[in-house]
Protein backbone atom coordinates (compact mmCIF):
# COMPACT_ATOMS: atom_id res chain seq x y z
CA UNK A 1 0.00 0.00 0.00
CA UNK A 2 1.20 2.98 -0.84
CA UNK A 3 -0.11 6.16 1.13
CA UNK A 4 0.06 10.13 -0.37
CA UNK A 5 -0.85 13.57 0.95
CA UNK A 6 -3.81 14.78 0.58
CA UNK A 7 -4.51 18.30 0.35
CA UNK A 8 -6.70 19.32 3.61
CA UNK A 9 -8.89 21.75 1.63
CA UNK A 10 -10.10 18.24 0.20
CA UNK A 11 -10.74 16.58 3.73
CA UNK A 12 -14.37 16.80 3.54
CA UNK A 13 -14.44 14.62 0.29
CA UNK A 14 -12.97 11.72 2.57
CA UNK A 15 -15.72 12.32 5.82
CA UNK A 16 -18.65 12.79 3.40
CA UNK A 17 -21.44 12.78 6.49
CA UNK A 18 -24.59 11.25 5.00
CA UNK A 19 -26.67 11.82 2.11
CA UNK A 20 -27.52 14.82 0.44
CA UNK A 21 -30.64 16.29 2.02
CA UNK A 22 -33.20 19.00 0.57
CA UNK A 23 -34.29 21.54 3.60
CA UNK A 24 -37.58 22.97 3.71
CA UNK A 25 -38.32 26.47 5.45
CA UNK A 26 -41.27 28.79 6.04
CA UNK A 27 -40.98 32.62 6.40
CA UNK A 28 -43.17 35.50 5.72
CA UNK A 29 -45.86 32.94 3.83
CA UNK A 30 -43.23 31.66 1.37
CA UNK A 31 -41.63 28.18 1.64
CA UNK A 32 -37.90 27.27 0.04
CA UNK A 33 -36.03 24.37 -0.28
CA UNK A 34 -32.06 24.34 0.10
CA UNK A 35 -29.92 21.64 -1.04
CA UNK A 36 -27.62 20.39 1.95
CA UNK A 37 -24.82 17.85 2.50
CA UNK A 38 -23.52 18.89 6.11
CA UNK A 39 -25.11 17.26 8.69
CA UNK A 40 -24.68 14.78 11.68
CA UNK A 41 -26.80 12.37 14.15
CA UNK A 42 -26.02 13.97 17.65
CA UNK A 43 -28.06 12.05 19.54
CA UNK A 44 -30.46 9.41 19.34
CA UNK A 45 -33.64 10.06 21.87
CA UNK A 46 -34.54 12.62 21.41
CA UNK A 47 -33.45 12.55 17.52
CA UNK A 48 -30.34 15.65 17.16
CA UNK A 49 -29.46 16.52 14.14
CA UNK A 50 -26.38 19.09 13.49
CA UNK A 51 -26.16 20.60 10.54
CA UNK A 52 -24.12 23.40 8.93
CA UNK A 53 -26.38 26.06 6.78
CA UNK A 54 -24.34 28.98 5.24
CA UNK A 55 -24.72 32.59 6.71
CA UNK A 56 -25.22 33.32 2.74
CA UNK A 57 -27.84 31.20 2.07
CA UNK A 58 -31.96 32.68 2.09
CA UNK A 59 -32.82 29.35 4.61
CA UNK A 60 -30.63 30.45 6.76
CA UNK A 61 -32.18 33.36 7.47
CA UNK A 62 -35.66 31.67 7.27
CA UNK A 63 -34.15 29.62 9.91
CA UNK A 64 -32.84 31.66 12.33
CA UNK A 65 -35.98 33.83 12.51
CA UNK A 66 -38.33 30.99 12.36
CA UNK A 67 -36.58 28.24 14.56
CA UNK A 68 -38.00 25.60 11.91
CA UNK A 69 -37.54 23.39 9.11
CA UNK A 70 -38.17 19.75 7.60
CA UNK A 71 -35.32 17.67 6.40
CA UNK A 72 -36.28 15.46 3.40
CA UNK A 73 -34.40 12.60 2.06
CA UNK A 74 -34.21 12.43 -2.24
CA UNK A 75 -33.47 9.73 -3.26
CA UNK A 76 -30.88 9.36 -6.74
CA UNK A 77 -34.57 9.63 -9.09
CA UNK A 78 -33.94 13.25 -7.79
CA UNK A 79 -30.88 14.19 -8.68
CA UNK A 80 -31.20 16.42 -11.41
CA UNK A 81 -33.78 18.41 -8.76
CA UNK A 82 -31.24 18.37 -6.35
CA UNK A 83 -28.31 19.97 -8.10
CA UNK A 84 -30.79 22.93 -9.41
CA UNK A 85 -32.06 23.85 -6.20
CA UNK A 86 -28.30 24.07 -5.10
CA UNK A 87 -27.67 26.26 -8.10
CA UNK A 88 -30.04 29.00 -7.68
CA UNK A 89 -31.40 31.36 -4.93
CA UNK A 90 -34.89 30.59 -3.05
CA UNK A 91 -35.17 34.78 -2.91
CA UNK A 92 -35.67 34.69 -7.13
CA UNK A 93 -37.19 31.68 -7.46
CA UNK A 94 -40.51 29.54 -6.26
CA UNK A 95 -38.10 26.00 -6.20
CA UNK A 96 -41.44 24.01 -5.65
CA UNK A 97 -42.60 25.10 -8.95
CA UNK A 98 -39.41 25.52 -10.64
CA UNK A 99 -38.65 21.79 -9.87
CA UNK A 100 -41.83 20.34 -10.16
CA UNK A 101 -41.84 19.32 -6.00
CA UNK A 102 -45.15 19.02 -4.12
CA UNK A 103 -45.25 20.49 -0.84
CA UNK A 104 -47.24 18.38 1.50
CA UNK A 105 -48.68 20.34 5.58
CA UNK A 106 -46.37 18.76 8.23
CA UNK A 107 -47.92 18.09 11.62
CA UNK A 108 -45.64 20.31 13.91
CA UNK A 109 -43.99 22.95 11.75
CA UNK A 110 -44.64 25.47 9.23
CA UNK A 111 -41.99 24.08 6.61
CA UNK A 112 -43.73 22.05 4.20
CA UNK A 113 -43.13 18.28 3.47
CA UNK A 114 -41.65 17.52 0.00
CA UNK A 115 -43.97 14.24 -1.44
CA UNK A 116 -41.11 13.05 -3.91
CA UNK A 117 -38.93 12.51 -0.63
CA UNK A 118 -37.86 8.68 0.22
CA UNK A 119 -38.26 10.63 4.19
CA UNK A 120 -38.82 13.85 5.76
CA UNK A 121 -37.83 14.93 9.15
CA UNK A 122 -40.06 17.90 11.05
CA UNK A 123 -37.42 19.77 13.19
CA UNK A 124 -36.78 22.32 15.57
CA UNK A 125 -33.71 24.51 16.27
CA UNK A 126 -33.06 22.78 19.96
CA UNK A 127 -29.49 24.68 20.19
CA UNK A 128 -27.92 27.92 18.62
CA UNK A 129 -25.13 28.43 20.30
CA UNK A 130 -22.88 27.67 17.54
CA UNK A 131 -24.58 29.65 14.63
CA UNK A 132 -22.83 32.92 15.31
CA UNK A 133 -19.28 31.10 14.95
CA UNK A 134 -19.81 27.71 12.71
CA UNK A 135 -23.75 28.61 11.29
CA UNK A 136 -23.92 25.15 12.88
CA UNK A 137 -28.01 24.51 14.10
CA UNK A 138 -28.52 21.55 16.28
CA UNK A 139 -31.76 20.38 15.13
CA UNK A 140 -34.65 18.15 17.23
CA UNK A 141 -36.58 16.27 15.22
CA UNK A 142 -40.21 16.32 16.40
CA UNK A 143 -41.71 13.84 13.47
CA UNK A 144 -41.11 11.75 10.73
CA UNK A 145 -42.06 10.80 8.19
CA UNK A 146 -41.46 7.82 5.81
CA UNK A 147 -42.79 6.51 2.16
CA UNK A 148 -43.56 2.71 2.59
CA UNK A 149 -44.01 2.81 -0.72
CA UNK A 150 -40.20 3.22 -1.74
CA UNK A 151 -38.25 -0.19 -1.46
CA UNK A 152 -34.89 0.11 -1.01
CA UNK A 153 -34.41 3.91 -2.16
CA UNK A 154 -30.80 4.76 -2.89
CA UNK A 155 -29.89 7.83 -1.50
CA UNK A 156 -27.42 10.83 -3.24
CA UNK A 157 -23.78 11.52 -1.24
CA UNK A 158 -21.94 14.37 -2.37
CA UNK A 159 -18.26 13.86 -2.85
CA UNK A 160 -17.25 17.65 -3.59
CA UNK A 161 -17.48 19.66 -7.58
CA UNK A 162 -21.05 18.18 -9.07
CA UNK A 163 -19.70 14.87 -7.72
CA UNK A 164 -22.23 12.34 -6.46
CA UNK A 165 -21.86 8.57 -5.32
CA UNK A 166 -25.55 6.77 -4.92
CA UNK A 167 -25.99 4.04 -1.78
CA UNK A 168 -25.94 0.89 -3.36
CA UNK A 169 -25.33 -2.74 -1.93
CA UNK A 170 -26.71 -3.29 1.16
CA UNK A 171 -24.57 -6.37 3.96
CA UNK A 172 -25.46 -7.38 6.67
CA UNK A 173 -23.03 -8.12 9.47
CA UNK A 174 -23.91 -9.62 13.43
CA UNK A 175 -23.79 -6.88 15.69
CA UNK A 176 -24.16 -6.92 19.47
CA UNK A 177 -25.58 -3.26 20.02
CA UNK A 178 -28.97 -2.54 20.84
Sequence with gaps: MTMKSFPLSKVYRLLEPGPVTLVTTAH??????MTQSWHTMMEFVPPLVGCVISGR???????????????????????????????CS?????????FKLTPLPASEVAPPLIA????????????????????FFVLEV???????EMKNPRTLHHQGK??????????RLPSRMA
Design 162 to 171: GVFMVAGETI
Design 116 to 135: ECCANLECRVADSRMVNKYN
Design 142 to 148: VKAWIDT
Design 28 to 33: KGKANI
Design 90 to 98: GKKVDKFKK
Design 57 to 87: NHSFDALVATKECVIAIPTVELAKQVVGIGN
